[in-house]
């Protein structure tokens, strides 16, 4: 899909999400990600690659888009053993017969979402019972709210997280920014936009699970 954060000189042509993150598809994701299962990568390729439209993998192949993925940190690369976007990038570029490349690195070790612990103050809360006299209005309004809140503070936090390797040049390509999960989109946002900035002329994202806040 292609939407008003996507449509920017410097951000995302584009993002394609194949599964909404709960359930089984979260437990999957955190398996991979905290339980160190590996082995999940596989089979998060495979069911990827059964469920995404057919004709945005003929786009892929026919434009010969290299595959990147978003890197972790060096700490918490170390700590965990591996990258998981990394993981499923490599595997993904596999399927497609596309070259899995390595762009960015990852210079400032940036706070979780959770860890910036952001929340909806009680003076928000006071403006919206003002403002709707319906429970279920103030509920849509709080959860917008809140991902408006999580989407500017993420994005502050990500400011200067990125670099191009110095490995790789971007000038003139056509990327696909490869991630786990979709969540507030800061993360995606800053790698495109530093993509962008150094010359790649296409950048779209992709994930495997998509927050549907």
């Not at 940036?110 to 429970?135: F, G, K, P, W």
Request: charged content about 30%; glycine content about 6%; aromatic content about 10%.
């Amino acid at each position: 899909m292609s939407h008003a954060r996507c449509r920017r000189p410097f951000g995302l042509d584009g993002l394609v999400g194949l599964f909404f993150y709960q359930d089984g598809i979260q437990e999957a994701v955190k398996r991979l990600k905290f339980r160190f299962v590996r082995e999940m990568g596989l089979t998060f390729v495979e069911m990827a690659t059964a469920r995404v439209d057919p004709a945005f993998l003929t786009f892929l192949r026919r434009e010969r888009f290299l595959v990147v993925p978003v890197p972790l940190h060096q700490s918490r690369e170390r700590w965990r053993g591996f990258n998981q976007a990394a993981l499923l990038g490599e595997l993904f570029a596999q399927e497609l017969d596309l070259r899995f490349v390595q762009a960015l690195t990852r210079i400032k070790n940036t706070r979780s979402l959770s860890e910036l612990n952001v929340r909806v103050s009680a003076s928000d809360d006071r403006e919206l019972r003002q403002r709707y006299l319906s429970l279920t209005q103030r509920r849509i309004a709080r959860r917008k709210l809140l991902a408006e809140k999580k989407t500017r503070v993420r994005g502050q936090e990500m400011r200067g997280a990125f670099t191009i390797n110095s490995k790789f040049k971007v000038k003139n390509s056509k990327l696909l920014l490869v991630d786990d999960v979709w969540t507030s989109g800061a993360t995606m946002v800053e790698c495109a936009k530093v993509l962008k900035r150094n010359g790649a002329c296409k950048v779209w994202g992709y994930t495997f699970a998509r927050s549907r806040w």
